[in-house]
Every structure is written in C-alpha cells, then in structure tokens.
C-alpha cells in the first residue's frame, strides 16, 4: 500500500503537471470546444473542481470528526451511483460551462491546494485506517486521495496530453 508521502508527493507532481500544461496554452485555446464530447479544457478543469469539492468535504470531515458536508448538488444526483455518474457529470458541464476560464482556473487551483494542505495535516495512520471512517464504510481515507490523483492523471491528463499531441 502506498503510503502518506508517496501519495502527497504524486499529487504534488499531478498538480506541477496541470500547471505546465495549462502554463502552454492560452486562453483561446483552453475554452475551445474541441475535444470529444465537445468539450474544452476549461469544461474539463470545472469538471475536476467540482468532483474535488467532494474529496475536500471528505478530508475535512476527517480533520474534524464528523459527517462530510457534501457539495450543493441537487439530491437527486448521488455523487456515489455504481458505474459512471453521467447525470451528475451532465449536470456539472452546464453548471460551469458558462463561467469564465479565470474564475473556473482559480477554484480549481484553490481546491487542489485546499486538498495538498488538507492531506498533509491528516496523520498518516488516519489516513491508512481501513474503516476509521464510516462514511468511507471499509476504505481508508487515503482511497480519497488515491481516487483523485488517478481522477486527474488517468481520466483526464493523460488522454489530455495525448489529444494535444495529436
């Protein structure tokens, strides 16, 4: 199993990873609806801000001992459906599809960071506790942080980065 520092050190080098890329486009091409699903980059960052609000209410939770207080989506979307979420993830592109690159980049960097610090202030054997948290029911809550590197490096920067170099 992997371990508090590895975990924390890979999405450090996941969030340096999303800046440089980022950092090599402007922002014409950023909100160009050109990737499948006619979907831009900027879609695809509010996309990962609004699924990270999830992972941060779980880790907050964790810090203060109680319930996570999850994100103001509609209840009829469970965030947590077995196999894909496609209604929720509809949802999430027509919430933020509007909003502008700037205020969709800055959520989406002050999560990433909120989540780091977040990370980093959880000790480590609350982090591997299989079942310390019954709302994880028998996971560890380092699974949250595990699910969103693998969210943002498998699912979208890796098939990002390809389509780039297309």
């Known amino acids: 199993m992997i371990d508090k520092t590895q975990m924390l050190a890979m999405l450090k080098e996941e969030f340096n990873n999303w800046e440089e890329l980022l ?12 990737l ?3 979907w831009s980059i900027k ?16 880790l907050e939770a964790a810090q203060h001992h109680r319930e996570p207080v999850l994100p103001a989506w ?10 894909q979420p496609h209604d929720l993830n509809a949802w999430i592109y027509e919430t933020y599809r ?18 780091l610090e977040l990370g980093e202030a959880i000790p480590e054997k609350d ?7 019954s709302w994880l029911e028998d996971y560890p809550l380092i699974a949250v942080l595990q699910g969103s590197y693998e969210h943002h490096h498998k699912d979208h920067l890796e098939p990002l980065w390809a ?3 297309e």
């Not at 509609?74 to 196999?83: S, T, Y």
């Not at 982090?127 to 948290?133: R, S, V």
């Open 23 to 34: 950092a090599n486009l402007d922002e014409a091409q950023i909100v160009a609806r050109q």
């Open 36 to 38: 499948p699903d006619n």
């Open 43 to 58: 879609d695809v960052m509010a996309h990962l801000m609004a699924w990270q609000q999830l992972s941060i209410a779980r």
């Open 74 to 83: 509609p209840e009829e979307l469970d965030p947590e459906p077995e196999g």
């Open 98 to 115: 509007d909003q502008p690159w700037s205020n969709v980049y800055r959520a989406w960097r002050t999560g990433f960071l909120r989540f």
């Open 127 to 133: 982090l591997l506790e299989a079942g310390k948290y």
């Open 163 to 165: 389509w780039i170099k």
